[in-house]
């Protein structure tokens, strides 16, 4: 005989709405607040239930651990509506930091470096934040001082986009150093945007004025009638 399987337990999803309102309120009293705001005192649950019923509200249990519970009269499906748009714009609002990293070697030629360099101030005018880490390895540990001077070298040559937020700090076999955009990352670039932009409103206001093409069936001019019948006229 095959033995019977266990029931599957269903986990409740962790963001699923807790709030007790109207009928699922079951404690015998509650410490009730009007719609505006005011105390009305300890009345009994199905009491504060039919005086929210009677304005076309909500019994909504808002502090559950009191003594008795606190419930509060008002809309609950507005109150939440407006409590996800909230949420909703403070996501929005948040700046989410994004971090790149950029490796280099203590003895890096002037082109690599340029390059490097390069990709920093395309980071940081993208408002990133810039890990800077200086590979040392043999004998190069024994001389820590050369990246630490390339790196304040590099920070002194983006100092108009970017500040040091961490000093170089030797960790290991590597340095490293952060770099935070200022005000002024991006500010050129969105500059060249706004130019760009503007650049393509006028070309296409430009075509917009252009004048119609002349008809295919647009009366000729005199000069080529002539010459239409000079060519008639030959034999």
Do not use: C, W
Not at 35 to 45: E, N, P, R
Not at 103 to 110: E, F, T
Not at 128 to 152: C, N, Q, S, W, Y
């Amino acid at each position: 005989m095959r033995p019977r399987r266990r029931p599957v337990e269903h986990v409740r999803p962790s963001n699923r709405d807790t709030t007790r309102i109207n009928d699922a309120i079951r404690v015998p009293n509650v410490r009730l607040i009007d719609d505006d705001g005011s105390q009305l005192g300890i009345k009994s649950t199905d009491e504060a239930r039919e005086y929210a019923y009677g304005k076309n509200l909500d019994l909504v249990e808002v502090a559950a651990q009191a003594d008795p519970p606190v419930a509060k009269i008002m809309d609950y499906g507005k109150y939440k509506y407006e409590q996800e748009q909230k949420a909703k714009q403070a996501r929005k609002h948040q700046s989410q930091i994004h971090v790149k990293e950029i490796k280099l070697r203590p003895k890096i030629g002037i082109h690599d470096y340029n390059t490097k360099k390069g990709h920093v101030e395309r980071f940081l005018n993208q408002r990133a934040k810039v890990k800077v880490t200086i590979m040392f390895r043999g004998r190069e540990t024994t001389h820590p001082e050369r990246g630490r001077d390339l790196l304040l070298r590099l920070a002194d040559d983006v100092k108009e986009i970017g500040m040091i937020e961490s000093q170089p700090l030797l960790d290991g076999r590597n340095m490293v150093m952060l770099l935070g955009p200022t005000k002024n990352a991006g500010v050129k670039r969105d500059a060249e945007d706004q130019d760009t932009q503007r650049s393509e409103e006028a070309v296409q206001g430009d075509g917009e004025r252009q004048g119609p093409p002349p008809a295919d069936d647009a009366e000729p001019q005199p000069g080529a009638q002539v010459v239409e019948a000079e060519a008639e006229v030959r034999p």
